[in-house]
Nanobody
């Protein structure tokens, strides 16, 4: 079973930066997309940013211009550079990987890393 391991969360003041990292424990067959989602207390999990194997990116409107998703040199590694952080960015951030199956896609999730932005 593939595991996604996240790191880089923590406590930062508003306006600061953090970089999240996610690495898969092994190669993901038929990988399609890796990305980041977040879930704040009392809210549903929401998309933050995704990156396809073809290099296409997608960002939530709330993070456009502040967050950047990128792929690492190692296979199945993805980063999220978060700048100009706001208190409303506070959430547990989850790494995600979608892979192609016979019909549709399968999905792996990381365990989550806490990001707290103080005002």
């Amino acid at each position: 079973q593939v595991q996604l391991v996240e790191s880089g969360g923590g406590l930062v003041q508003a306006g600061g930066s953090l970089r999240l990292s996610c690495a898969a424990s092994e190669s993901i067959f038929s990988l399609n997309t890796m990305g980041w989602y977040r879930q704040a207390p009392g809210k549903q999990r929401e998309l933050v940013a995704t990156l396809t194997t073809d290099g296409y990116t997608n960002y939530a409107d709330s993070v456009k211009g502040r967050f950047t998703i990128s792929r690492g040199n190692a296979k199945n590694t993805v980063y999220l550079q978060m700048n100009s952080l706001k208190p409303e960015d506070t959430a547990v951030y989850y790494c995600n990987a979608d892979y192609k199956v016979l019909v549709g896609f399968g999905r792996y999730w990381g365990q989550g890393t806490q990001v707290t932005v103080s005002s």
